[in-house]
């Protein structure tokens, strides 16, 4: 391929993470952090959250947009050149997040936790009802990768697990929907809702009083997905009259929230600020190395981005 340089355009403290790494197992690539591109004509791979506007002008060369993250909703793809693979970050670092945050999540409302916090506040000592984990149905909205890791730790706790996403997908030990016609069945059965789906204009505002009313009355929701999922109203309206218990966001539209915003002291509303995964620096830096190599060799590379599907 000759001399190139891969640039880096996302937080500077783990560039330079990334940097140690392609310094000891890629000493050919020229590594560089914006803004110092060097010569643009050079520039063959971008690694960025938000790619510059433009992209193409700027970089006539560019062969391989890579997102710095599990996400690509944040990209302007009508801005980006057609034929531009675009590429989204599968990292051990996220998968492991995601699993710890949601599990632990499903585990606490699962027992009670947000109502014994309330009791707590209240200095009431009531004890409650103990449900098996095999009485309470646990359904993942989103069966790609993330999804699919969820389930695979909620699974051997004693869940009953269903999945829901828009393409036939088949997991252990769990009972998989799949397209518009099977989701009310898939919302009846559920008891606590995880919203792992991807931001496309089919999943933006998906969480809202429709898709709230067909689940059991009382239901708890986690939503790591992405903010703008959420009908905020809507979820207000349920968490009022009782049709869902308690909610767990790691998301929100806008992040973070305005100071006056109602889910910072809801009392039914647990509230963390988009920490549920994050990408690990340096493993991210390998996982990309691996991917630049399968495109050197011609071999299609992890995570690419299907543009008519937006993910």
Known sequence: MGAFTFLYKSDPVRGRQWAEVFGRRRPDIDFRIWPDIGDAAQVRFLAAWEPPHDLAARFPNLQVLFSSGAGVDQFDFAALPAAL???RMIEPGIVRGMVEYVTHAVLGLHRD????RRQQQE???????VRPAGERRVGVLGLGSLGQAVLEALVPLGFDCAGWSRSRHAVDGVQCHAGADELPAFLARTDILVCLLPLTDATRGILDAALFSMLPRGAGLVHVGRGPQLVEVDLLAALADGQIGDAVLDV?????LPPAHAFWRHPRVQLTPHIASMT???SAAHVVLDNLARFEAGEPM???????RGY
């Open 85 to 87: 693979p675009v590429v």
């Open 113 to 116: 936790m947000p109502q014994y």
């Open 123 to 129: 200095g009431r000592w009531r004890p409650l009802p």
């Open 252 to 256: 929100t539209d806008p992040e973070p």
């Open 280 to 282: 690990q620096p340096s």
């Open 302 to 308: 992890l995570g690419r981005v299907d543009r008519t």
